[in-house]
């Protein structure tokens, strides 16, 4: 953990250093990914299930007809949830879903003086892959807030993959896949499930687009089968930024602080403050909280090598910086917080005042909790249901508003050198 | 060129080999590519005018102080293009603007029945970088159509690039940026222009998105820095598809074929019809125009190599074909367009009508012309002021509804095995 103070002299460089801090690991898989890629598309089941073999550590009677989960084994691993874990998804489902139905967008056109018709109009994507990771990383929470938007968007078919390493699958998740309407789900992971997703095989058809979080080979697939379907964003480690004041509750702000360094030693846990005595209070806070957290050695080792408290003389002065770190979460507990929140150009998420700490909106807020990490907020928005629309431009001209509008579209079309562009305006009005 | 029927027996095998003709020739430029970049980073302006040296064929004298172009220069441009190219362009960014205003998004926020109040704000991005090509693809209908959008969207720093290759520089393209609304032009191209941007150098400030079209080493260039900023699509070689009826006339669509073939070899069009008549008319009609066509050369040859005319039984029988293809301009001469245009799911733009040819759209329509290709119109829109934009949730609780919301969040952190997660709630509400 660093302690920054704006008012030192060397603050602008340890700004900038915290600011450029490498916290991914890259493992270097491409080679193995195009591999694997090339492997499925041109060996269909047979490779798929080969690899699955292989890399979940599954036995020989894994076949082609053992890779989708069937609505029976669904139905039963939804019974065997408890009880009040289920609710406290259904609770979920029902909020995300309500908040992501105010994002789907409004159809346009008008027709303007000349007689031209203009506009657009949104489509749902006619078919959708969900990454879900295993083992540990498998959550419930993440199906429902990449199955929801596709649902809420209409995409009428939504694809479920999700390995299952020595045969485990987490019966949460597929509760999750079923309150969230996902049509299918395919007991696959890794390079060669994005791959399946892309190009299909005889059992899973191939789909528009790839979205859901994943390790390094399926960032890397992801990456490589970009172009032949859409994907989402390429998920970093997780972060976040506090702002508090002398108000805040130190304890409560330490907890947030560890709810984010607990994700993964590489996550990022960041407080600005004008307030030293906070700054103090948190960072022994921090340690006490330590002591009893179940997954103490990860939040320890990212509270350690990525955490950080900046001082700065005043709130006016963090915004700024806040917009060069453009946060994934952005937690504001001053007592402006408001006020504070609509100066900020940069950030994923933001969560106003001591009542919203970050992990509300991980599970139950509404809004989506899949969001830009490592300062692409400054450029992208989180998961929502536009990623599962697309927009067609219409255009309709009347003979008389072509007659209007042809001259200087023939005129454009010559100073660029295409005279065919040209001829085919010029062809209509006898020019 | 192709013929195709869908009543005979091998059309499905037919019009799948159609659907995966490779047209792009995938030049290997990504090793020079990545040296280029990490030049630039290292090495700054003085890298830049290096490499924009010995690309773009310039002198000795060509130095740092080179990069921009002024104010006073750019007056000089506007001043000496022809006045009718100049009102043919203020129309046509009057009508690009005007339809792009109907795309700013609205803000959202409800407050719920438990208290939560949830939503988002959208914002724009805080720089954008242009990429407009060199040599005789400087289209200034591109520069429009790219940073009007930005423009709307409220970007404050809108920078353009644009190599002058032996120092020629297309005042057309000037004139598109004056009067588009950008902030700062240098004259740099290729790789080395996108680092800049990307990265910064001592002149050209880092932006934080990076848009427009260009050759294999732009687009390659495009791919390796996206992460540090974010880019548009990867556009391909341009398409148009129409769908026509005996109605249409075969001179017409003949040439709004050939206003597609004439862009590149590698452009593709294709007409749907159920008129055999019709078919073999456009047939005919294509090789008259094409013999006082300027560019028949690479109109030919793009005709030739990808060009098709598919006759099906009816228009439903087109529907899926559409779908599939998923063109980036679908060109409808039908009867009945407005219906048949309802029932299709994948298209960039659509053109409704006989006297709406694309090249309209192209330049004057008022709907964008940057348009997803190589059938990514299955899961991408084209260019728009949401590509300006990024959308921040906010949520804010009160203690009421933390008191609500916090037991099913608890539930869910412990049952993710996310202890942390489930204290920042539990300690707020003294669980």
Known sequence: MVRLDSTEPDFSTAFARLLTAKREIAQDVDEAVRAIIAGV????DRALVDYTRRFDRLGPDFSPASLRVSEAEIAAAVAACPAEALDALRLAAERIEAFHRAQVPADHRATDALGVTAGWRWTALESVGLYVPGGTASYPSSVLMNALPARVAGVPRIVMVVPTPDGVLNPLVLAAAHLSGVHEVYRVGGAQAVAALAYGTETIGAVAKVVGPGNAWVAAAKRRVFGQVGIDMIAGPSEVLILADHHANPDWIAADLLAQAEHDVAAQSILITDSAELADAVEAAVERALTTLPRQEIARASWRDY???????????????????????????????????????????????????????????????????????????GLGVLDFMKRTTILACTPESLRALGPAAITLGRSEGLEGHARSVAIRLNL
């Open 41 to 44: 598309v041109s060996g269909g």
């Open 307 to 381: 955490g950080a408290i900046v001082r700065v003389r005043d709130f006016d002065e963090a915004v700024p910086l806040v917009d060069r770190i453009a946060p994934e979460h952005l937690e504001i507990e001053t007592q402006d917080a408001e006020a504070l929140s609509r100066k900020i150009r940069n950030a994923g998420a933001i969560f106003l005042g001591s009542h919203t700490p970050e992990a509300i909106g991980d599970y139950v807020g509404g809004p989506n909790h899949v969001l830009p990490t490592a300062r692409s907020a400054r450029f992208s928005s």
